[in-house]
Each structure stands twice: as C-alpha cells, then as structure tokens.
C-alpha cells in the first residue's frame, strides 16, 4: 500500500520509481525571494541560468508598483470569467495596449499561454479540418491539435519541403492550420518563417505562429521572430506570452478584430476560466513601456547569446542550431544531462537538464537560458565550469564521444 492508503494508486509507485530507474523523475524545488540572475533554490545561492525572464523583468520594481497600485485600486481577484464580470478596464487597457504593439487590429489576453494556444487551435479547427504542426511543438500546441478533433499531420522540425510534400492532400479539407514555435523553447533554433507563410499562401492555410519566447527579444520593435524576417502581415494568428520576457504571467492573441471575435465566442479556456488579477494586467502593461522605452536590453541581450554560442561551439560543445538567448549543451542521454546539471550546481550555477519527454529521446541537454540580468562574470563563471578539466571524466562527451551529438 502507498503512504496515502489508497491501493487504487498503487501503480503511481510503481510508475514514479520506473522514473527514477530511467533518471526522469522530475522533482520541486522551491525559490526564495525574487526570480533574478541570483536566486536562493532550495536554500542555496546560485547564478541563474534557468529561468525565461530574459529582460530581467519578473523582479523590477515597476512592475511590481504597477501591480501594487492596481491592486489598491481594484482590488485582487477577478472573481469571474471575462464575459461575465471578471473582464476589469485594466485588462482593457493591456489588450488595447497589446494591439497597438503587435500592430494589429486587436488583442486577447488568456490566463497563460498554454491556454492561449491550446484554446485557439481547437476554436479555429474542428472535424473535418487539419493542422500541420511541427515536431517540436510547444505541449500547448499539441494538446490544442488534439483538443480540436482536427486531422493533424506532424512535419519533422523545420522541414518545410517536407511539410509541402503533406499539403500535397490538404484541399480534401475544410480547413487548413499550419502551427509552429518562432523560437523553440528547447532548441533556441527559429522556425522557417518566410517559408512556412510561403506555403500558407500557396495551399490557403491559416499559418499561427507561437512567439513565446521571442515576444520583447527579437525584432526590432520585440515583437517577435515574424517581425525580425518581416513576414508578420503573413501571419493570421499570432500568440505571444506575458510570461517570459515580459516578466509577468499570462497569455495573448494577437490578430484581426474578426479573429479575436471568434475567440471570444469559442475559445474553452478563454470563456470558462476566471480572468486574472487585474493588477497582473498592470504590470504588463509597465513591461511593455520598458519593452518600448528600453531597447538596448534586447539587443544587449542577442549580442551576449551570440557571443556565448561561438565560445561554447569554439570549446567543442554542441549547441545546435541555437539563434537566440536559448542556448542547449546537447548531451545525449538522460543521465548524463542530470549529471551535468548536478556537476555545475555543485559550482554555483544553475543550469537544468532538460530531458524526454520534453526533449525527443537522445537529445537530453542542459538548457542555458541567457538574460539581461546576467553580468560578464555569471557568464564567464558558466564558461570556466564547462571547460574544467575536473569536470571532463563526468559530463564531457563532447566531439569524442557521438552520443552528445544530434
Ligand atoms: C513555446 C511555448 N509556448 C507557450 C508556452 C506557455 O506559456 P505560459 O507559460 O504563459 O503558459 C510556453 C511555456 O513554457 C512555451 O515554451
């Protein structure tokens, strides 16, 4: 019997310690104070490569002001979905304020971005529809394409020829959905963007771009990777995060007044689940002055990442095809990435492992997140523990060894 009694769960012990046989059981770890370059994790201090908050933002005191003041005002719970009392002006503002920096029509806050993109995939494809989704997906967009009930057809990461080959049938379908990441969350690589709304226009498909970890990064205005290789008019549905870099939580679309119409009228999580704080829309809102007013944080920030990956690559590690401020060391095997991980935590430096079945299998890397918080020393601190040699016999493979390569 399990600690809990209930010998209905007893396979979860069975399950939890196959996890633990194959290295990936997954465990909390708790932060004390602000989310930062520095943080306290599990009471010990370390530098901070594993956290999405690329502009430094989660902990600057003007968005927590704007919190506070809204807060004061208006109160903290929402206390109801957006269509029945919970939709406050403060989310008003942000949505308007959202638009104006996507430079569409309109914009709709969700309460994440997970539910941003699962509720729009399943409001926009049904039965008799298809979404091409690339391999390497974000889980949110997957579990939209299954949600929807749509036929869905996975293309191998990136390989937009091989998506053109799969369009070959697409017009046996009412509808047609082509979804990918801009910047993938794991691999730090972009999307074929140019390509992908090549083939939109050409087979009469939707292209929904998830600009999560590119929203106040990439661009020049940070709107995101469509904007940096100007295809954003090209784009019928843009999805973009509160979350990472704008330091705060939540989720958007960003699109014609149209689209967000439908949204609003279909969109499960949208119109079932209680509208955020608005104070959380207020600190958003602060996040995109500084997104505006500061653009030398993401510029700064491109410049260090690009400047880290040839270090890392001029030291033999494989970082893939990384473009921006995500930076994988490719290992290989599971075991090996929490072995890693743990060799440079016990270094002061917190770098997580990131394995199946996040990664696809053998891809296991740790994931080096850059941010603006972070000094030349946090980094060259990161630099000087990946090439001791004390290290080496534990976590290098590295070019001798095939299985840190993809
Ligand atoms: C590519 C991508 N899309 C969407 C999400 C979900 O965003 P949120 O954290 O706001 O739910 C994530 C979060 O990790 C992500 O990596």
Not at 25 to 35: A, H, I, K
Not at 216 to 236: I, K, N, T, Y
Not at 266 to 280: K, W
Not at 346 to 355: C, D, K, Q
Request: aromatic residues 6%; charged residues 20%; proline residues 4%.
């Amino acid at each position: 019997m399990n600690p809990t009694g209930d010998v209905a769960l007893e396979w979860i012990d069975r399950e939890l310690a196959d996890l633990d046989r194959q290295g990936l059981r997954r465990r909390l770890q708790t932060r004390e104070g602000p989310q930062a370059a520095r943080v306290v994790l599990d009471g010990r201090e370390l530098v901070n490569f594993g956290s999405n908050d690329y502009l430094g933002l989660a902990a600057d005191p003007r968005l927590a002001a704007a919190a506070a003041e809204a807060a004061q005002r208006d109160g903290w719970g929402s206390g109801a979905s957006p269509l029945v009392t919970g939709h406050a002006a403060a989310h008003q503002q942000l949505q308007q304020r959202l638009a104006e920096f996507e430079g569409t029509e309109a914009a709709l806050l969700f309460t994440s971005g997970f539910a941003a993109n699962a509720g729009t995939i399943a409001a926009v494809v049904g039965p008799g529809d298809v979404v091409y989704s690339d391999r390497k997906n974000h889980a949110s967009l997957w579990d939209g394409c299954r949600l929807s009930r749509a036929d869905v057809r996975v293309y191998p990461h990136g390989d937009w020829r091989q998506l053109e080959t799969l369009l070959a049938d697409s017009p046996k379908y009412r509808r047609r959905l082509i979804v990918t990441d801009s910047l993938f969350s794991m691999d730090g690589d972009l999307a074929p963007l140019v390509e992908l709304a090549d083939l939109a226009e050409r087979y009469d498909a939707m292209l929904m771009v998830d600009e999560a970890h590119a929203t106040g990064v990439f661009g020049q205005r940070g709107r995101g990777v469509a904007e940096q290789l100007g295809v954003e008019d090209r784009v019928s549905i843009r999805v973009g995060t509160l979350s990472k870099a704008l330091g705060s939580v939540g989720g958007f679309v960003a699109g014609s007044r149209t689209l967000i119409e439908w949204l609003v009228n279909r969109a499960r999580p949208y119109i079932f689940s209680t509208a955020s704080p608005a104070a959380i829309a207020a600190a958003a809102v602060a996040a995109l002055d500084i997104v505006r007013d500061e653009p030398q944080r993401r510029t700064a920030l491109l410049a260090r990442a690009q400047e880290l990956r040839n270090t890392l690559r001029g030291a033999g590690w494989n970082v893939g095809a990384s473009a921006g401020q995500i930076i994988p060391v490719i290992v290989g095997e599971p075991a090996r990435a929490a072995t890693f991980s743990h060799a440079l935590r016990e270094r002061g430096l917190f770098v997580p492992a990131i394995r199946p079945p996040t990664v696809p299998e053998g891809e296991a890397c740790l994931r080096i997140s850059l941010t603006a918080g972070h000094s030349e020393e946090m980094i060259a601190m990161l630099v000087a523990a990946l090439g001791q040699r004390t290290l080496q016999p534990v976590i290098l493979g590295r070019n001798s060894n095939s299985s840190c390569e993809r």
